[in-house]
T-cell receptor
Framework: AQTVTQSQPEMSVQEAETVTLSCTYD???????LFWYKQPPSRQMILVIRQEAYKQQNATENRFSVNFQKAAKSFSLKISDSQLGDAAMYFC??????????FGKGTMLLVSP | EAQVTQNPRYLITVTGKKLTVTCSQNMNHEYMSWYRQDPGLGLRQIYYSMNVEVTDKGDVPEGYKVSRKEKRNFPLILESPSPNQTSLYFC???????????FGPGTRLTVL
């Protein structure tokens, strides 16, 4: 079974600073997707960014970028110029082709003024 | 507006009383899925469906049933709820399994 590990239960960052959230996964598949989802206090699940395993280029969405290391099975999320609205629970998730979606246990991001 | 809807949003019930949580999407998505979220455990997949009449177990299917008779609907059925099924439940859909999944607003279920 695939596993997704987020080793940081909680992280803190100050406004305008940069923070990196870690994620590692275990799989024997070569073709898969990785995702970062954000869950604010409203509980809504919001997709932040996704990465296709066959693409070597790291995905970027505005202030959010990933460091995808396929051989190391690592998928970290970097948030630049952190804003108060970034405060949320962040989940890393893995999905092999046409199959289940497995989530990590989440990292709570706290943003201070 | 493209969305995934769930009903009810909140439910308090008692052990053994059958209940159904409905899920509907208006995006003509083929893939639908149910998750439960528990503190410290993240989201865990209960069941998923690749298309109409096709369903598969996720990581935690025990105690749950699903059906996919129509493309837009994917109800979650608890035949005999127990307190360990108290959780926050999410329904999600996507055009295909690997695409971004669109999540519903969640259903907070409490089983006494």
């Amino acid at each position: 079974a695939q596993t997704v590990t987020q080793s940081q239960p909680e992280m803190s960052v100050q406004e305008a600073e940069t923070v990196t959230l870690s994620c590692t996964y275990d799989t024997s598949e070569s073709d898969y997707y990785l995702f970062w989802y954000k869950q604010p206090p409203s509980r809504q699940m919001i997709l932040v960014i996704r990465q296709e395993a066959y693409k070597q280029q790291n995905a970027t969405e505005n202030r959010f970028s990933v460091n995808f290391q396929k051989a190391a099975k690592s998928f970290s999320l970097k948030i630049s110029d952190s804003q108060l609205g970034d405060a949320a629970m962040y989940f890393c998730a893995y999905s092999p082709r046409y199959s289940t979606l497995t989530f990590g246990k989440g990292t709570m991001l706290l943003v201070s003024p | 507006e493209a969305q995934v809807t769930q009903n009810p949003r909140y439910l308090i019930t008692v052990t053994g009383k059958k209940l159904t949580v409905t899920c509907s999407q208006n995006m003509n998505h083929e893939y639908m899925s149910w998750y439960r979220q528990d503190p410290g455990l993240g989201l865990r997949q209960i069941y998923y469906s690749m298309n109409v009449e096709v369903t598969d177990k996720g990581d935690v299917p025990e105690g749950y049933k699903v059906s996919r008779k129509e493309k837009r609907n994917f109800p979650l059925i608890l035949e005999s709820p127990s307190p360990n099924q108290t959780s926050l439940y999410f329904c999600a859909s996507s055009p295909q399994g690997l695409d971004e999944q669109f999540f519903g607003p969640g259903t907070r279920l409490t089983v006494l």
